[in-house]
């Protein structure tokens, strides 16, 4: 129902910046909050940052002060700015989208989790 292509990935050496982009196309008109995960070899999957509808952010403890989410709903894209990268930023990049669709006429929503299929982020000299 969305498709999510992350594209921006790439080896950067420590202190770099890197700006990975997230487009979404199929039911993009159903897309709530956006976000950014990464996952490491051997390592969970975490939350880096999200931003809402309304253009609300949130970030890990990590990357604060480090990292910018942002959207461009006209574009259908979630993008994230890394700047100051760290060897510990070096992981898969996931974009997902929460998909919210009202089902019936009390307002109950359906809630899907969409994601891309990565880009590689490594951060070494």
């Known amino acids: 129902q969305v498709q999510l292509v992350e594209s921006g990935g790439g080896l950067v050496q420590p202190g770099g910046s890197l700006t990975l982009s997230c487009v979404a196309s199929g039911s993009v008109s159903s897309i709530r909050d956006m976000f950014w995960y990464r996952q490491a070899p051997g390592k969970e999957r975490d939350l880096v940052a999200d931003?809402?509808?309304?253009?609300?952010?949130n970030y890990a403890d990590s990357v604060k002060g480090r990292f910018a989410i942002s959207r461009d709903n006209a574009m259908n894209t979630v993008y994230l700015r890394m700047n100051s990268l760290k060897p510990e930023d070096t992981a898969v990049y996931y974009c997902?989208?929460?998909?919210?669709?009202?089902?019936?006429?009390?307002?109950?929503?359906?809630?899907?989790?969409?994601w891309g299929e990565g880009t590689l982020v490594t951060v070494s000299e």
């Open positions: 997902k989208v929460e998909v919210r669709r009202v089902v019936n006429v009390e307002g109950a929503t359906a809630i899907r989790n969409y």
């Open positions: 931003i809402t509808t309304g253009g609300a952010t």
